[in-house]
């Protein structure tokens, strides 16, 4: 299995909802990653957890909430987020942190 | 960390036509990795450079790491219309603490 899984693709949620999206891979890669993507931008980092322990938060507002499980999930818990939060969410896994990432289909979230 | 500055933003080339684009970094990389990502998908990894003067081809691709280890180009010879996309150089600091921090990307416009 060579490929990282994000769900859902597609995501709408009114300002006062709290929902999550959930990344998996099965390649026993022990770093992944929550990106944030605009369009017609590159993705912008926003955690990297390395061996399951959250080693690097880019400034991330709090309604972004990240979560390893395990070595194999990483969820990314949302809570009273805002118009300007829209945009694709992409995660990334690699070997660790100083090889290639792989990364998901990403989910397209509206916030309404 | 600093990010990498990519050029050009835009290309239109006619197929057939070579195409480049260029990364440059203030800051001596440790490695740089590029990253194709087509229209509504995610970025795909091509391939990582990590030795000074470094030049790697992948079919009609090159991809160059500069001699002093802050600069990096990616070519195409002979653009197909598959080649179309965005292309993403991600930089790592050689300062070990690996913040993957993507270039602006090149958009290339492939016309038949």
């Known amino acids: 299995d060579t490929e990282v899984t994000q769900t859902p693709k597609h995501l709408v949620m009114g300002m006062t909802n709290k929902k999550s999206l959930k990344c998996e891979q099965h390649m026993g890669h022990r770093a992944m990653y929550w990106y944030k993507q605009k369009a017609k931008k590159p993705p912008e980092l926003m955690f990297v957890?390395?061996?399951?322990?959250?080693?690097i938060n880019e400034s991330v507002p709090s309604r972004f909430s990240p979560e390893c499980p395990n070595s194999s999930l990483l969820n990314l818990h949302l809570h009273a987020l805002q118009p300007e939060d829209s945009a694709l969410y992409l995660c990334?896994?690699?070997?660790?942190?100083?090889?290639?990432?792989?990364f998901g289909p990403g989910t397209r979230l509206t916030v309404l | 960390g600093q990010q990498v500055m990519q050029i050009p933003q835009y290309q239109h080339v006619q197929e057939g036509e070579d195409f480049t684009t260029y990364c440059n970094s203030s800051t001596t990389l440790s490695n740089i990795q590029w990253y194709k990502q087509r229209p509504g998908g995610h970025p795909v990894f091509l391939i990582q450079?990590?030795?000074?003067?470094e030049v790697k081809k992948q079919k009609r691709l090159t991809f160059q790491f500069g001699e002093a280890k802050k600069n990096s180009s990616l070519h195409i010879t002979a653009t197909q219309t598959t080649d179309v996309g965005t292309y993403f150089c991600a930089e790592d600091t050689s300062g070990g603490s690996y913040i993957p921090t993507f270039g602006r990307g090149t958009s290339l416009i492939v016309h038949p």
């Open positions: 957890y390395s061996y399951e322990k959250l080693s």
């Open positions: 450079l990590v030795k000074s003067g």
């Open positions: 990334a896994s690699s070997q660790d942190r100083h090889n290639e990432q792989f």
